[in-house]
């Protein structure tokens, strides 16, 4: 599906005049919102590309030209139908690049007299607007984007007084309140909740991911924008994978029901250098954009399942329902609880800066290089190479976690921080406490072996723990227990790997210990 842009109407009509503004973010990309459900001739509606959100953190140039031909694109799509637009490029003279000022003139000079704005996602934003609407000279009100299935506060008002948060629970709830693949008696179907221990396969002869639908976007003019206005991106320059307009969204999701949903679960945990994108529905940019809404992407998915029982496995559909109303919404709910003071937390006192190759790719670990590498082609990675290859060296290491968070937000395209930061500092970091997870998520290179390919041709022996050739992943996990114990020490379940420790002779233990301490001192050369 081709999508050029062609020249986009960024200000749309010569009208002077307007009662409303409707400010929308660069994630508010809702055609379904209730806003649009009427052309109304005195509403603004306004979009804007901003140099301080281009600054705040250091963005894949993928990322930041995805989510700028996906504004772009909205705003004309709107504006075809009828709804009056403005939107101010990055490199517009009249940009003054920031919100407030912005709002400020846009209210001068089009004679606003209320704004409406949907309530953002980010925390930083939420506090953003709301000191617009402080300053601003006209009323200023704050309404739902209408896209969650919860509301900001809904996991904490479930857990409150509870000591454990586990998405379990939640996800449960979530099950019944929607009544998604569940019983008439309220049961779920199949008798259980989750069949995760079903979906834990590496690669093997088995694995042939169907081949990504291409979106024909035309990137001229947003690269003569990034061209006159010279963010500071990093990544590969290439025209992104992502889906850019609400068809082009469906699309993708046709396709993942129709041709990955069958396999999706059973390799969700695998990786592979062959297959980087394997069976996952790469709807995340999509969904946090709010392209889609996650309601009618599971109801979707469901009904393909429903129609192909013999195809396609209730594991393959629970793992999936699972990850998009249990876990995005959960991620969402611990994000507002624990805000702002969430992203300070620090639990394991880990201080070591971010090894530069996190930004290259160049190391002689297999699995880094290429998780790194696919990231910096595509903006893209899935979850368990985020979580178990560069999260979970991260955490092995102690790489401090507001370095960690940065390169997470920044490299990839679905990153925005209501779903990267719990996702980053609370489950791969552990950097929260165990608010989210109930033991770090860290391995040996054993894990790494198991579930993938990397370790054939490594230049590191994945089954020795020390020596020149020894898998850094090896001596970085016992040192990491080692240093911990007080921490994790009572923690059941990690008792067999302390056991497993313990029974290491001194000198092996010794040998381990020093070649960690080895692998630090050089992280930049590993």
Same mark, same amino acid.
């Given at each position: 599906m081709r999508n050029n842009l062609g020249s986009l109407p960024y200000k749309v009509t010569d009208k002077v005049d307007y009662f409303s503004l409707r400010l929308l973010l660069g994630d508010q990309l809702d055609a379904q919102h209730s806003w649009f459900s009427e052309v109304r001739e005195d509403v603004l509606y306004v979009l804007m590309e901003i140099k301080s959100e281009q600054e705040y953190v250091k963005h894949h140039r993928q990322k930041t030209m995805a989510f700028f031909q996906a504004m772009r694109s909205f705003a004309n799509e709107r504006a075809n139908e009828g709804h009056h637009f403005l939107y101010l490029r990055l490199d517009q003279d009249e940009n003054r690049q920031s919100f407030a000022s912005n709002v400020y003139e846009i209210i001068r000079k089009y004679k606003i007299q209320t704004i409406e704005y949907q309530a953002p996602d980010e925390y930083r934003l939420d506090q953003i607007l709301q000191d617009v609407a402080k300053h601003a000279p006209v009323p200023m009100h704050q309404v739902p984007s209408e896209h969650f299935l919860t509301t900001r506060q809904e996991v904490a008002d479930l857990f409150r007084g509870r000591k454990q948060w586990l998405m379990e629970t939640f996800y449960r709830k979530m099950r019944v309140k929607y009544n998604l693949l569940m019983e008439p008696d309220g049961q779920p179907v199949g008798g259980k909740w989750n069949y995760d221990h079903e979906n834990r396969r590496g690669p093997d002869a088995g694995l042939h991911p169907p081949a990504l639908p291409q979106f024909e976007n035309d990137y001229t003019e947003v690269r003569a924008t990034l061209a006159a206005a010279q963010p500071d991106t990093f990544g590969r320059d290439a025209d992104p994978l992502w889906p850019v307009t609400r068809a082009?969204?469906?699309?993708?999701?046709?396709?993942? *029901?129709?041709?990955?949903?069958?396999? $999706? +679960?059973?390799?969700?945990?695998?990786?592979? =250098?062959?297959?980087?994108?394997?069976?996952?529905?790469?709807?995340?940019?999509?969904?946090?954009? =709010?392209?889609?809404?996650?309601?009618?992407?599971?109801?979707?998915?469901?009904?393909?399942?429903?129609?192909?029982?013999?195809? #396609?496995?209730?594991?393959?559909?629970?793992?999936?329902?699972?990850?998009?109303?249990?876990?995005?919404?959960?991620?969402?709910?611990?994000?507002?609880?624990?805000?702002? +003071?969430?992203?300070?937390?620090?639990?394991?006192?880990?201080?070591?800066?971010?090894? +530069?190759?996190?930004?290259?790719?160049?190391?002689?670990?297999?699995?880094?290089? &290429?998780?790194?590498?696919?990231?910096?082609? &595509?903006?893209?990675?899935?979850?368990?190479?985020?979580?178990?290859?560069?999260?979970?060296?991260?955490?092995?290491?102690?790489?401090?976690?507001?370095?960690?968070?940065?390169?997470?937000?920044?490299?990839? *395209?679905?990153? #925005?921080?209501?779903?990267?930061?719990?996702?980053?500092?609370?489950?791969?970091?552990?950097?929260?406490?165990?608010?989210?997870?109930?033991?770090?998520?860290?391995?040996? +290179?054993?894990?790494?072996?198991?579930?993938?390919?990397?370790? =054939?041709?490594?230049?590191?022996?994945?089954?020795?723990?020390?020596?020149?050739?020894?898998?850094?992943?090896?001596?970085?996990?016992? &040192?990491?227990?080692?240093? &911990?114990?007080?921490?994790?020490?009572?923690?059941?379940?990690?008792?067999?790997?302390?056991?497993?420790?313990?029974? $290491?002779?001194?000198?092996?233990?010794?040998?381990?210990?020093?070649?960690?301490?080895?692998?630090?001192?050089r992280l930049e050369s590993l």
């Open positions: 082009q969204a469906l699309e993708l999701l046709e396709h993942f *029901a129709r041709h990955a949903l069958p396999a $999706f +679960g059973t390799y969700q945990d695998t990786l592979s =250098k062959q297959h980087p994108f394997l069976y996952h529905s790469l709807l995340s940019f999509a969904l946090n954009v =709010k392209l889609l809404r996650p309601l009618e992407v599971v109801q979707r998915c469901i009904a393909e399942w429903q129609a192909r029982p013999a195809e #396609i496995s209730l594991a393959q559909i629970e793992g999936f329902v699972r990850q998009i109303i249990g876990w995005r919404e959960y991620m969402r709910g611990i994000y507002w609880a624990h805000m702002p +003071g969430y992203a300070d937390t620090n639990h394991l006192n880990a201080q070591r800066p971010l090894p +530069g190759w996190y930004w290259t790719g160049e190391t002689r670990m297999a699995c880094l290089s &290429h998780t790194i590498g696919n990231s910096l082609d &595509h903006a893209y990675a899935h979850h368990i190479q985020r979580l178990m290859v560069t999260g979970n060296f991260a955490t092995l290491a102690g790489l401090h976690p507001t370095e960690v968070n940065a390169w997470y937000l920044g490299i990839y *395209a679905d990153a #925005i921080e209501w779903v990267q930061l719990p996702n980053t500092h609370g489950m791969a970091l552990f950097a929260d406490g165990g608010i989210i997870a109930t033991k770090p998520y860290i391995s040996s +290179g054993a894990y790494v072996n198991r579930m993938s390919d990397y370790c =054939k041709g490594c230049a590191y022996d994945v089954k020795q723990r020390h020596g020149p050739r020894a898998c850094p992943f090896n001596s970085l996990y016992w &040192h990491f227990l080692h240093r &911990h114990r007080d921490t994790f020490g009572r923690n059941v379940r990690m008792a067999q790997a302390y056991h497993t420790w313990d029974k $290491f002779s001194p000198a092996e233990q010794a040998a381990t210990l020093a070649q960690a301490e080895e692998n630090l001192a």
